[in-house]
């Protein structure tokens, strides 16, 4: 079965300290995993997927097939980047849909 | 630009009202989803639709329906609302089936009295 785990509900930081969103996954299969952000009173949208292997907003995650994992960092967080996170998963083969874990609010503090 | 519209931002129903929730698309997108967005819970698949007027249960579809007459409009339907319905709905639209991304729509958050 398919599951994402977000292990933290809420991860508060003050400004300038690293970041790290944790994201773990289950899937028999090579799957492509995303974040997605939303903002206060903004849609839901994509923040990066693993396959781009870029970074955005200054975020990166890597998919670490051994540890089952796709952890979103940051070195520096801004007031900005406060928002609620998503890790998703999608398969590779056939009709997929997308998998949600729970979300991690992220509080940046001044 | 990837434009998903939904009919209402807030909707305010009584218990065993018949809901209809809009999604609208711009991108010619084949793949249409409605997922119900509650705190700790994350987002849940209710149904989605791969096609006009096909149609696949999610996760959660207990209580609703969907109909998709036309490519760009996937409407989702509460039968006989129940407070247990109360929640945050989001549509999405997919057009890429390779990079698997999808692209939300505002929201709506129902609340059933």
């Known amino acids: 079965a398919q599951r994402v785990t977000q292990p933290e509900k809420l991860l508060s930081v003050f400004k300038g300290a690293p970041v790290e969103l944790k994201c773990n996954y289950s899937?028999?299969?090579?799957?492509?995993l995303f974040w997605y952000v939303q903002y206060s009173r903004q849609r839901l949208q994509l923040l990066l997927r693993?396959?781009s292997r870029e970074s955005i907003k200054g975020f990166t995650a890597d998919l670490n097939k051994g540890e089952t994992s796709f952890h979103l960092k940051k070195p520096f967080a801004q007031e900005e980047d406060s928002a609620m996170y998503y890790c998703?998963?999608?398969?590779?083969?056939?009709?997929?849909?997308?998998?949600f874990g729970t979300g991690t609010r992220l509080l940046v503090s001044p | 630009d990837v434009k998903v519209t939904q009919s209402s931002r807030y909707l305010v129903k009584r218990t065993g009202e018949k809901v209809f929730l809009e999604c609208v698309q711009d991108?010619?997108?084949?793949?249409m989803f409605w997922y119900r967005q509650d705190p700790g819970l994350g987002l849940r698949l209710i149904y989605f639709s791969y096609d006009v007027k096909m149609k696949e249960k999610g996760d959660i579809p207990e209580g609703y329906s969907v109909s998709r007459e036309k490519k760009e409009r996937f409407s989702l339907i509460l039968e006989s609302a129940s407070t247990n319905q109360t929640s945050m709905y989001l549509c999405?639209?997919?057009?890429?089936?390779?990079?698997?991304?999808?692209?939300f729509g505002p929201g709506t958050r129902l609340t059933v009295t």
């Open positions: 991108m010619d997108h084949e793949n």
């Open positions: 999405a639209s997919r057009g890429d089936r390779v990079s698997h991304e999808q692209y």
């Open positions: 899937y028999s299969g090579s799957p492509e």
């Open positions: 693993h396959i």
């Open positions: 998703a998963l999608s398969g590779t083969t056939g009709f997929q849909k997308l998998v």
